[in-house]
């Protein structure tokens, strides 16, 4: 079935290191793609998202390129700070287009 | 406030009680969720709704009863709490047409003794 995977956490960096999460997805056309961030003790919230194949989405520093021929979405930042500590979840749209199908998570932690 | 709220933002209840979660989101938005979020299974679908008077099964939905009398109110109610259910609980919510966006309430941590 369709599913959503990323790579397992936790992933652990010092402050202005380079960060790539991995996800992959499988589907039946071109999905929407999410990626979302839950600071501790929050909701999720959305960070960027890519609607058709080729889109790079990017917000605060994130970008994530929807590539069609691996069916990847990775999520990376050049220089990641303390702030970013987090647990990242990604996510594609149903073809229904009425729920999001989840990645697990992964949590990030950057040390100053 | 304007937004999506949660209550209450903790409990704790035993084994057998009702317990019932509420979720208000103040957009109109059609679309409303319920999450369950566990350790090493991410985010799970417990229950949906299009709109009010519509709802439908998610993947966990055993055990959970949900209405939607009004379209700002989704509450999330537990018939009968066992310890399998201790989890934190979301509420989100979406609008209709061709954004995505589910806008997440807080959250709702529930132990279940």
């Known amino acids: 079935g369709d599913s959503v995977t990323q790579m397992e956490g936790p992933v652990t960096l010092s402050e202005e290191a380079f960060l790539t999460i991995n996800c992959t997805y499988t589907a039946t056309g071109y999905p929407s793609l999410f990626w979302y961030v839950q600071y501790p003790g929050e909701g999720l919230q959305l960070l960027l998202k890519?609607?058709?194949a080729d889109d790079k989405g990017s917000n605060k520093g994130f970008e994530a390129t929807y590539r069609k021929e691996t069916t990847s979405f990775h999520l990376e930042k050049g220089s990641v700070q303390v702030s970013d500590s987090a647990v990242y979840f990604c996510?594609?749209?149903?073809?229904?287009?009425?729920?999001?199908?989840w990645g697990l998570g992964t949590s990030l932690a950057v040390n100053p | 406030d304007a937004g999506i709220t949660q209550s209450p933002r903790y409990k704790i209840t035993e084994t057998g009680r009702q317990v019932t979660l509420m979720c208000h989101q103040t957009w109109s938005h059609s679309y409303m969720f319920w999450y369950r979020q566990d350790l090493g299974h991410g985010l799970r679908l417990i229950y949906y709704?299009?709109?009010?008077?519509?709802?439908d099964k998610g993947e966990v939905p055993d055990g959970y009863v949900v209405s939607r009398s009004k379209t700002e109110n989704f509450p999330l109610t537990l018939e009968s709490a066992t310890r399998s259910q201790t989890s934190v609980y979301f509420c989100?919510?979406?609008?209709?047409?061709?954004?995505?966006?589910?806008?997440f309430g807080p959250g709702t941590r529930l132990t279940v003794l």
């Open positions: 890519a609607t058709k």
């Open positions: 989100a919510s979406r609008e209709t047409g061709v954004t995505d966006t589910q806008y």
């Open positions: 996510a594609r749209r149903t073809g229904n287009n009425r729920k999001l199908i």
């Open positions: 709704s299009a709109a009010a008077d519509i709802t």
